[in-house]
Antibody, heavy 122, light 110 residues
């Protein structure tokens, strides 16, 4: 069964850091690009970051550029999101999503995890 | 902020046809594929339409997508109660070098 399982969310104070993980199974992880998408409570979807199959191409939303870092470990079938200098507006459910292509650009998000909640509050 | 504009809501009775629009620009819809996602209450989004008008296996043919210029639309024919959900369009934006999602449309089955 194709599956993505996120972990690492929680309550964190503004300015602190958090690292999210996404464990993939049921498909050849290193054949596909991967993404993080977030959804603030009661709000719509926002793309956060994406990474190509070999980490050669990486992109970020302007709202997180310079604060968040995406990475992947193909040997461990895992995707990560290092989040630094967190702000209240980063509070959201963070989804890991598989791309239908190897490149980070222009593909469909064909598999989604169930998400991990990040709450930034003092 | 969302770059792609959708109507906040749409509704219909069972069996009716509902259409959702998605308006963008030349840097996103005008030059790249459009995707549609369905988000049932309390669940993760699910890919509904890819590459403007293609359905993944398992998606009923009641759902169809189209694109013209800088706009796209999703049609749901033979509306069913289980279609009550939020629907989002999405596309890569060449100017932003980022994926952009639509504002989302809540479909209600009356």
């Amino acid at each position: 069964e194709v599956q993505l399982v996120e972990s690492g969310g929680g309550l964190v104070q503004p300015g602190r850091s958090l690292r999210l993980s996404c464990a993939a199974s049921g498909f050849t992880f290193d054949d596909y690009a991967m993404h993080w998408v977030r959804q603030a409570p009661g709000k719509g979807l926002e793309w956060v970051s994406g990474i190509s199959w070999n980490s050669g191409s990486i992109g970020y939303a302007d709202s997180v550029k310079g604060r968040f870092t995406i990475s992947r470990d193909n040997a461990k079938n895992s995707l990560y999101l290092q989040m630094n200098s967190l702000r209240a507006e980063d509070t959201a459910l963070y989804y890991c999503a598989k791309d239908g292509d190897t490149a980070m650009v222009g593909g469909a998000f064909d598999i989604w995890g169930q998400g991990t909640m990040v709450t930034v509050s003092s | 902020q969302s770059v792609l504009t959708q109507p906040p809501s749409a509704s219909g009775t069972p069996g009716q046809r509902v259409t959702i629009s998605c308006s963008g620009s030349s840097s996103n819809i005008g030059s790249n594929y459009v995707y549609w996602y369905q988000q049932l209450p309390g669940t993760a989004p699910k890919l509904l339409i890819y590459r403007n008008n293609q359905r993944p296996s398992g998606v009923p043919d009641r759902f169809s997508g189209s694109k013209s210029g800088t706009s796209a639309s999703l049609a749901i024919s033979g509306l069913r109660s289980e279609d009550e959900a939020d629907y989002y369009c999405a596309a890569w934006d060449d100017s932003l070098s980022a994926y952009v999602f639509g504002t989302g449309t809540k479909v209600t089955v009356l």
